[in-house]
């Protein structure tokens, strides 16, 4: 098993791009998640689902936005990309219930200029 | 200010050596305090999951308590080897609310 892969690992961004985060697992977790971590500061959540074809926002969901189309699957979109979107991004996954252990993918380092 | 604060914010210890690690949380209610074990350029890794009911879980040679009370937890680290370097992170849960600590980043000498 692969657990939890995201794709790409690294992107520079200019100021106004847009781009697709891809998030995925075979575990056929349920739940998925997308935290963003700055330094200095704890992982944020942005969104996150509960089951394939539904969504919710967390913390920090302004400037992104979501889709869970198929169950392994859960996209991160960034419509216009902001230095502010600069970060380290994670995606988890869990078996239902929020306060099941969530496992982490390897994250994608995004860089906004 | 930070809702889960952790404590010290680095360490730097020699290898063999015990340590422990602090978590102070103001967030209520709450579900359960978790213990993450992050590598440098990796995701956290699960350490051990407390409910409110719980005051102790161990994970092999990681033991973390949990006073409710006075919201607190520790994460203490046995004979500490040259693998245990890495980020600590503290995370409180209720519901869909998830609050992160900024870690505490561990060094251990050899």
């Known amino acids: 098993n692969a657990g939890v892969t995201q794709t790409p690992k690294f992107r520079v961004l200019k100021t106004g791009q847009s781009m697709t985060l891809l998030c995925a697992q075979d575990?056929?977790?349920?739940?998925m998640y997308w935290y963003r971590q700055d330094p200095g500061m704890g992982l944020r959540l942005i969104h996150y689902?509960?089951?394939?074809?539904?969504?919710a926002k967390g913390e920090v969901p302004d400037g992104y936005n979501v889709s869970r189309l198929k169950k392994q699957n859960f996209l991160l979109g960034l419509e216009s990309a902001a230095p502010s979107q600069t970060s380290v991004y994670f995606c988890?996954?869990?078996?239902?219930?929020?306060?099941?252990?969530?496992?982490f993918g390897p994250g994608t380092r995004l860089t906004v200029t | 200010k930070n809702q889960v604060e952790q404590s010290p914010q680095s360490l730097i210890i020699l290898e063999g050596k015990n340590c422990t690690l602090q978590?102070?949380?103001?967030?209520?209610?709450?579900?359960?305090l978790r213990w993450y074990k992050q590598d440098t350029g990796r995701g956290p890794v699960s350490l051990t999951i407390?409910?409110?009911?719980?005051n102790t879980k161990s994970n092999g040679r990681y033991t973390a308590t949990l006073d409710a009370d006075t919201k607190q937890s520790s994460l203490h680290i046995t004979a500490s080897q040259l693998s245990d370097s890495a980020s600590y992170i503290c995370?409180?849960?209720?519901?869909?609310?998830?609050?992160f600590g900024p870690g505490t980043r561990l060094s251990v000498l050899p």
């Open positions: 988890a996954s869990s078996r239902p219930g929020l306060s099941s252990e969530q496992y």
């Open positions: 575990m056929n977790h349920e739940y």
């Open positions: 689902s509960v089951g394939e074809g539904t969504t």
């Open positions: 978590c102070n949380y103001t967030v209520s209610p709450f579900s359960n």
């Open positions: 407390m409910t409110f009911s719980e």
């Open positions: 995370l409180h849960n209720y519901g869909q609310n998830f609050v």
